[in-house]
């Protein structure tokens, strides 16, 4: 079935760290992938997201790309700030329905 | 102002007492959607609906039913509540009936607690 595999957690970084969160999914057909972030408190909201291969989705300095050879979806961000803690979630979408990882904790320390 | 709106945002219930959750969208949107978040497992897909009276089971619908009678309006029901069903939950809509195409809009969430 489809499924996705996050990174586990929690992830504590230095501010102006590099961060890397990795995803990897299981899906039959094209399936768009995304990025959702939560913030404490806090409903998810759409970070970034490629709906075909080799896409590259950007945001806030946020870069993931989508590669079907590796079914992956790494999450990179190059210089890490404190506002950017959060709970990171990976997606995948085939057809109507959604499937999302188990979701990555970030913290970042000044 | 664009929003999701979830309503209660908070509940406590015992076993068995018949519940409702509303979810509400002001966007127009064809779909919309319900997730449980729970520790460890992140959020599965419950019901979600396509348009007015369309709607389909996610990936963990037992124990939930859901209606769509009004495109604004997606209601969660619980009829018969258990402690396993003791989550956080997410409304959720899109403007497309392809979510794939569209960006989710997600409303605050309700956590519900099963005595």
């Known amino acids: 079935g489809n499924s996705v595999t996050q990174m586990e957690g929690p992830v504590t970084l230095s501010e102006e760290a590099f961060l890397t969160i990795n995803c990897t999914y299981t899906?039959?057909?094209?399936?768009?992938l995304f990025w959702y972030v939560q913030y404490p408190g806090e409903g998810l909201q759409l970070l970034l997201k490629a709906t075909k291969a080799d896409d590259k989705g950007s945001n806030k300095g946020f870069e993931a790309t989508y590669r079907k050879e590796t079914t992956s979806f790494h999450l990179e961000k190059g210089s890490v700030q404190v506002s950017d803690s959060a709970v990171y979630f990976c997606a995948v979408n085939t057809g109507n329905q959604f499937y999302f990882g188990t979701g990555t904790s970030l913290t970042v320390i000044p | 102002e664009a929003q999701v709106t979830q309503n209660p945002r908070y509940l406590i219930t015992v076993t068995g007492k018949k519940l409702t959750v509303t979810c509400s969208q002001n966007m127009n949107h064809e779909y919309m959607s319900w997730y449980r978040q729970d520790p460890g497992l992140g959020l599965r897909q419950i019901y979600y609906?396509?348009?007015?009276?369309?709607?389909d089971k996610g990936d963990v619908p037992e124990g939930y039913k859901v209606s769509r009678k009004e495109k604004r309006n997606f209601p969660l029901i619980l009829e018969s509540p258990s402690p396993n069903q003791t989550s956080l939950y997410f409304c959720a809509s899109s403007r497309s009936p392809d979510p794939g195409e569209e960006t989710q809009y997600f409303g605050p969430g309700t956590r519900l607690l099963v005595l």
């Open positions: 899906a039959t057909g094209y399936p768009s």
């Open positions: 609906s396509m348009n007015v009276e369309v709607t």
